[in-house]
């Protein structure tokens, strides 16, 4: 198991931009996918992006061309720099991870950190 903790939110204006980042440790896995995924009020948490280990990338359609997720991996530490924010990209973001190999084997973990709020006003 790992623990998963973010940081980096805050309030800005519409246009303006917010890093987030996304520490895990606790844990001697070589982790696989971590990602950012978000929960407006009143809406299901969503994906926002999500990179692998590799550093294969996807991203919501929503925040394509302005979101850029990056990750350091010997620090196990992925990265979301958000411009052009928009108000509908208010919400709680939360970090994921979804598992890590140790000794060749694949463990599942799915460990979230507890989210930082990010509000965009208009």
């Known amino acids: 198991q790992v623990q998963v903790v973010e940081s980096g939110g805050g309030w800005v204006q519409a246009g303006g931009s917010l890093r987030l980042s996304c520490a895990a440790s606790g844990s001697t896995f070589s982790i696989n996918t971590m990602g950012w995924y978000r929960q407006a009020p009143g809406k299901q948490r969503e994906l926002v992006a999500r990179?692998?280990?590799?550093?294969?990338?996807n991203y919501a359609d929503s925040v394509k061309g302005r979101f850029t997720i990056s990750r350091d991996n010997a620090k196990n530490t992925v990265y979301l720099q958000m411009n052009s924010l928009k108000p509908e990209d208010t919400g709680v973001y939360y970090c994921?991870?979804?598992?890590?190999?140790?000794?060749?084997?694949?463990?599942?973990?799915?460990?979230w950190g507890k989210g930082t709020l990010v509000t965009v006003s208009s």
């Open positions: 994921n991870v979804d598992g890590g190999y140790y000794r060749g084997t694949y463990y599942s973990m799915n460990s």
């Open positions: 990179i692998t280990s590799g550093g294969n990338t």
